[in-house]
């Protein structure tokens, strides 16, 4: 069999032999599907298609053997710009995006003129649709200064939505309405919270570390305090000694009356 492996290839015929021979009562679910749609006998893969226009047609390099039967890259051109947005501003990734279409043509009834859209939100795939339409219908206009006009009208509606949301809220406020906490707010608690449970363990540590430090330091010095462990042989031959040697005074007065 080699490298390549027939047995899905016999799946049917097995099931059959079983039936015949009785050792499965049912035929499994999937057997007469099998029967009707057999799997293809073709092993070999054919090339995908090269995607390349005739008049730009270039002598490609050759693929390494693992990547010969896969297709060729799709690149568009608002790939680089959406890439170099989205490099600049991540936290645009974070904001939650509406990707579904009624019928599948909203983008040909956009007018990128200017960057603002009814019905669309204000997104990052507003700058780069606004980037394109100025790089394809202004003379003289560059990549770049396409991109700092983009962004410069971005950050512009950005900023009327950050005012008017401020704005509501304290109309709200005025009237007696009650947001409750922020998300911020929220987290900080979390935060804070988690914090005092981190110090109370790092000083039930702490305790303890010094507490062991103090430990061995009294256990050395009260070894070394203490008198060294004598035998009783030991102690027996100093009191002999002590007895015959004369003491000072006695010394004295032998020698006062030679």
């Known amino acids: 069999m080699g490298r390549y492996d027939f047995r899905p290839h016999r799946v049917h015929q097995a099931a059959t032999q079983l039936l015949a021979s009785k050792r499965i009562t049912t035929p499994p679910p999937w057997y007469n599907v099998i029967g009707n749609v057999?799997?293809?006998?073709?092993l070999i893969r054919n090339q995908p298609v090269e995607h390349e226009h005739q008049q730009h047609f270039k002598r490609s390099k050759r693929k390494k053997a693992s990547r010969i039967f896969s297709p060729q890259e799709i690149t568009y051109e608002e790939d680089s710009l959406r890439r170099e947005f989205f490099k600049d501003h991540p936290w645009e990734l974070a904001r939650p995006r509406i990707i579904l279409e009624n019928d599948g043509k909203d983008g040909q009834r956009r007018d990128w003129s200017h960057i603002r859209q009814p019905g669309q939100p204000l997104n990052g795939e507003s700058v780069v649709q606004r980037q394109m339409w100025l790089?394809?219908?202004?003379?003289?206009?560059t990549t770049a200064k396409a991109y700092d006009q983009a962004r410069h009208e971005f950050y512009h509606e950005r900023l009327q939505e950050d005012v008017e949301r401020r704005v509501v809220r304290e109309e709200a406020l005025a009237t007696g309405a009650y947001f409750g906490k922020s998300w911020l707010q929220i987290g900080m608690e979390l935060e804070d919270?988690?914090?005092e449970r981190w110090k109370e363990w790092a000083t039930r540590q702490i305790a303890q570390k010094q507490q062991l430090d103090a430990a061995v330091y009294t256990g050395t010095e009260n070894d070394a305090m203490a008198p060294p462990n004598e035998d009783s042989e030991t102690l027996a031959a100093m009191e002999d000694l002590d007895d015959s040697v004369p003491s000072q005074d006695q010394s004295a007065d032998d020698s006062g009356i030679a």
Request: without cysteine.
């Open 38 to 42: 057999p799997p293809p006998q073709i």
């Open 135 to 141: 790089l394809h219908n202004e003379p003289d206009m």
């Open 193 to 195: 919270k988690e914090f």
